[in-house]
């Protein structure tokens, strides 16, 4: 299995290099030449099979320069009950609500409580035996643009891990309280965190910028370092996001919610797109879905450019009670459309350069139909999403997040407006205490406390639902981390953060 740029097919790479690398020297992402399939039958033989051994296999199509044993140290590292709150780290609950059953699959049982982990748990044994194999003696620099989630789950990943350091860049005003202490009290010899004075989407150009300027990567060269990415634009980061629609769709097979062969909805709460990108991947892969239902917030980007091939983000930017999908660049949506186009490099390239200097593309009519055939887009406000969490509870007794509550009144809204019965999937992206004010001010009428924690005490004797414990475990811990820069500034922070300057 080969890789190449989605804006240069003339770049051709090892998985081990796209890895370690994280984005494509011409700026374009590393895509896979050709998606390997997975037959009913091997489908079958995974049903009785583990969330670790389902991801063995789904890792062995991609990672054809790993060795079986390489991808088993990887997995059995990242997996464990010691990391995730059980043996399997997904979880997936089913309620009835309005008449509509919600297969929701929990992916925020890891060390951070978002979804992030099952990803980052596992990247950073991706990336250094990667780099043993491309850039032996290198010290990896992870450089993250994060809304939130990102942000902990790659510290987390990362803190200590040899040979690599992590520098992680926030927007100041747009994470919530405990995303912003989960990220400063974050311990570990080879990690660095710094607030910015922009959105995310600052941070993330800034952060794109500073891995391809040709300056930085020769400093870094010359001092034995060279940068690579835990953002989603990393394929590292997507192939683990890959396995858990293959192993839902097992698990729903299993519970007798469809029989095998049988097409599911998948409904994502989306951001960058590297979600659902993921899920998109694995339907390439030949998993049976009918649709991928797209879930915005106001920032509804997205659901315009699925409703109209049209992609603008010269738009209002809105800072919401969903905050890790306020977001108007969605990265990935360049490996959906270098896909839909053919694999087509030339346009691929052309979109995203109209996008840096316009703002602004349109797709070809063949990819809009392609899309819209296969992808619905839609968003909600806050508003809605706080009444879907309180129905939820109150119908239901499910407490769920503010994404994942986006997720289910656009499911909800799709369902009645098209009819759509087939058993659906929602990933549920965060665990409802990282997000504790906003859950709070859905379900309780009461007064909030003003400090992040109580309100987490308060949300718990309300609900009864447990806290996680390493979100407990924060209390009364100490920011490490203090610095505000502004977005002109983050190359000297990201030089003086390694001892450079
Ligand atoms: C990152 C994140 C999202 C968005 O996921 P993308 O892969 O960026 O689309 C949604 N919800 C939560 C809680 C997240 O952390």
Redesign the pocket.
Known sequence: MLYNSTQNKGAVVSSATAIAQGISKDGGLFVPQSFPKLSLNTLKNMLFMTYQERAKIVFSYYLTDFSEDEIADCVDKAYTKKKFDFEEPTVLSSVNYHGNELNILELWHGPTS???DMALQILPHLLTKSMKKTNDGKTAVILVAT????GKAALEGFKDVKDTKIIVFYPQNGVSPMQKHQMTTQEGNNVYVCAINGNFDDAQTAVKTIFTDPKMNEILADNNMMFSSAN?INFGRLLPQVVYYISAYCDMVNKGKINLGDKINVV?????????LAGYYAYEMGLPVNKFICASNSNNVLTDFINTGVYDKNRQFYTTI?P??D?LV?S?LERLLYKLSGDNDTLTKEWMTKLKTDGKYEVTDEVKEKMSSLFYGSFCDDTKTKSTISELFNRCSYLC?T?TSVAVTVYNEYVAKTGDKTPCVIDS??SPYKFAKSVLEAISKDDIPSDEFDMVSKLNSVTKVSVPKPLASLKGKVPRFKDVTEKEDMQDVVLSALGIK
Request: charged residues 10%; hydrophobic residues 30%; glycine residues 12%.
């Open positions: 978002a979804f992030k809304s939130g989630d990102t989603s994502v709460p989306t951001g960058n797109f590297g979600n659902i969903s890790s999908m977001i969605s990935n997040d994404h992206t965060a």
